[in-house]
């Protein structure tokens, strides 16, 4: 058992320095004492092991992180670990996960850790190129100016022919939607090849805008082996394409680094198998954490959920989330840092999900104008098809813009009410 006074890697006066990266745990020590625990993970997190070691030098112990700010709860804890920003590499989401997220969650020491929040200090975070074109960007590619993104998701996720996806992706434009994207699983299979795909259905991206004289975006799944993945996305420009999807989690996120440098597109993240690891409270990363590198390694639009419909995550963790996405100078709370985003763009937040018309008054009432709100079931389930699904999405947006509710909207938009007669409306 380690004894107080050799705690070495806590200091409970510590005051953190400009140069800190600092890290919001919640501990749940085993069996020992929580300083005890929390010591464990400084030392892990930073430059120690598990016993002294005679290789070790005295400019070293400069660069061990520093446990302060501890609250005891019973049977965990709270602490803020300090990281001098030396010990990382400038500009490498991969090295600064790997440090404050990489043993230290297997250690015997501790029956439970959460990692709920970063906060970046500013010369590390201006080592990031953040997003190329963010909220912002996106109005002005678009030239939407003020109410949120319409958007769908082709439907069935899997097994539609090329021509057949195409033709959904079309519907839903011309019925009203502003983006269309692939499925988080759908890459280059046989029945749906990635280049056919890519052809055939900003073919139709083009003739949607063409017929309604609105911009239209299809935000193609690139997702794939790096280098197959850079090919595909040069290939969706040669095509006229706008944008790009990636799948952050299973591809990585030096992968999502390598897209960014390597194309003008704008980038939709798709959070597929984040649930692996965010939705045990006691345990893993949290979603903010994931926004955080997001934000940083450049995507422009980012799932953060709903706090409704099919999908995890309450409307305060949401509504949390999606500020530490679209505003430059955010706040702390009990389970998220303050910070200076500084230089670094605001995303986009999307709201997917299990989602359908009668959910917009409560999206844009929780988490405002700046959203993209995004229906799969919810416009291809319309009892009368994909294209009216689309046009009563849009309305539903149309009448809470213009402040009227759904069911008034819907006495003179017929496509909208009958979208609330198939899945009614969210009291709120």
Same mark, same amino acid.
């Given at each position: 058992?380690?004894?107080?006074?050799?705690?070495?890697?806590?200091?409970?006066?510590? +005051?953190?320095?400009?140069?800190?990266?600092?890290?919001?745990?919640?501990?749940?020590?085993?069996?020992?004492?929580?300083?005890?625990?929390?010591?464990?993970?400084?030392?892990?997190?930073?430059?120690?092991?598990?016993?002294?070691?005679?290789?070790? +030098?005295?400019?070293?112990?400069?660069?061990?992180?520093?446990?302060?700010?501890?609250?005891?709860?019973?049977?965990?804890?709270?602490?803020?670990?300090?990281?001098?920003?030396?010990?990382?590499?400038?500009?490498?989401?991969?090295?600064?996960?790997?440090?404050?997220?990489?043993?230290?969650?297997?250690?015997?020491?501790?029956?439970?850790?959460?990692?709920?929040?970063?906060?970046?200090?500013?010369?590390?975070?201006?080592?990031?190129?953040?997003?190329?074109?963010?909220?912002?960007?996106?109005?002005?590619?678009? +030239?939407?100016?003020?109410?949120?993104?319409?958007?769908?998701?082709?439907?069935?996720?899997?097994?539609?022919?090329?021509?057949?996806?195409?033709?959904?992706?079309?519907?839903?434009?011309?019925?009203?939607?502003?983006?269309?994207?692939?499925?988080?699983?759908?890459?280059?299979?046989?029945?749906?090849?990635?280049? =056919?795909?890519?052809?055939?259905?900003?073919?139709?991206?083009?003739?949607?805008?063409?017929?309604?004289?609105?911009?239209?975006?299809?935000?193609?799944?690139?997702?794939?082996?790096?280098?197959?993945?850079?090919?595909?996305?040069?290939?969706?420009?040669?095509?006229?394409?706008?944008?790009?999807?990636?799948?952050?989690?299973?591809?990585?996120?030096?992968?999502?680094?390598?897209?960014?440098?390597?194309?003008?597109?704008?980038?939709?993240?798709?959070?597929?198998?984040?649930?692996?690891?965010?939705?045990?409270?006691?345990? /893993?990363?949290?979603?903010?954490?994931?926004?955080?590198?997001?934000?940083?390694?450049?995507?422009?639009?980012?799932?953060?959920?709903?706090?409704?419909? =099919?999908?995890? /995550?309450?409307?305060?963790?949401?509504?949390?989330?999606?500020?530490?996405?679209?505003?430059?100078?955010?706040?702390?709370?009990?389970?998220?840092?303050?910070?200076?985003?500084?230089?670094?763009?605001?995303?986009?937040?999307?709201?997917?999900?299990?989602?359908?018309?009668?959910?917009?008054?409560?999206?844009?009432?929780?988490?405002?104008?700046?959203?993209?709100?995004?229906? /799969?079931?919810?416009?291809?389930?319309?009892?009368? /098809?994909?294209?009216?699904?689309?046009?009563?999405?849009?309305?539903?947006?149309?009448?809470?813009?213009?402040?009227?509710?759904?069911?008034?909207?819907?006495?003179?938009?017929?496509?909208?009410?009958?979208?609330?007669?198939?899945?009614?409306?969210?009291?709120?």
């Amino acid at each position: 058992m380690v004894r107080e006074k050799e705690f070495a890697f806590i200091d409970q006066s510590y +005051k953190p320095s400009r140069n800190d990266l600092i890290c919001l745990f919640k501990v749940t020590p085993n069996g020992m004492s929580l300083k005890e625990a929390i010591n464990n993970v400084a030392l892990e997190s930073s430059i120690g092991t598990w016993t002294p070691v005679s290789s070790n +030098k005295k400019y070293v112990n400069k660069l061990g992180a520093k446990a302060f700010a501890i609250s005891e709860k019973r049977g965990y804890g709270w602490v803020k670990i300090a990281y001098p920003q030396d010990l990382f590499e400038f500009g490498s989401v991969p090295n600064i996960l790997s440090s404050i997220a990489g043993n230290v969650f297997g250690m015997k020491a501790i029956k439970g850790l959460r990692l709920e929040d970063i906060k970046f200090p500013q010369k590390l975070l201006k080592s990031f190129p953040g997003p190329r074109y963010g909220i912002e960007g996106y109005r002005k590619m678009m +030239k939407i100016k003020d109410r949120p993104f319409v958007g769908t998701i082709v439907k069935p996720k899997l097994g539609l022919k090329t021509k057949d996806h195409a033709r959904v992706a079309y519907d839903s434009w011309v019925g009203g939607c502003d983006l269309v994207k692939d499925d988080e699983n759908l890459s280059s299979q046989k029945f749906n090849l990635f280049d =056919k795909r890519a052809a055939k259905t900003l073919e139709m991206c083009d003739k949607a805008q063409e017929e309604t004289g609105d911009k239209k975006g299809y935000l193609i799944n690139v997702t794939a082996e790096a280098l197959e993945m850079l090919r595909r996305a040069d290939l969706a420009k040669e095509l006229g394409g706008k944008f790009v999807m990636h799948d952050i989690i299973t591809a990585g996120f030096s992968s999502l680094q390598t897209l960014r440098e390597n194309t003008t597109l704008g980038i939709h993240a798709h959070r597929a198998m984040h649930g692996a690891f965010t939705e045990n409270p006691n345990h /893993g990363l949290s979603m903010m954490c994931v926004a955080d590198f997001s934000r940083v390694a450049g995507v422009d639009s980012l799932h953060i959920g709903t706090g409704i419909g =099919k999908m995890k /995550g309450g409307k305060e963790e949401v509504k949390e989330i999606d500020e530490e996405m679209e505003q430059r100078i955010v706040s702390k709370t009990k389970t998220r840092l303050d910070q200076n985003w500084s230089s670094i763009k605001p995303v986009f937040s999307v709201c997917s999900g299990g989602i359908y018309p009668g959910h917009v008054p409560y999206l844009m009432k929780n988490f405002g104008k700046d959203i993209i709100i995004q229906a /799969g079931g919810g416009i291809h389930g319309h009892p009368k /098809g994909t294209k009216t699904g689309a046009t009563a999405l849009r309305q539903a947006v149309d009448a809470t813009m213009k402040g009227e509710t759904l069911h008034e909207y819907g006495k003179t938009h017929e496509e909208l009410m009958e979208a609330m007669d198939s899945w009614g409306t969210v009291r709120f």
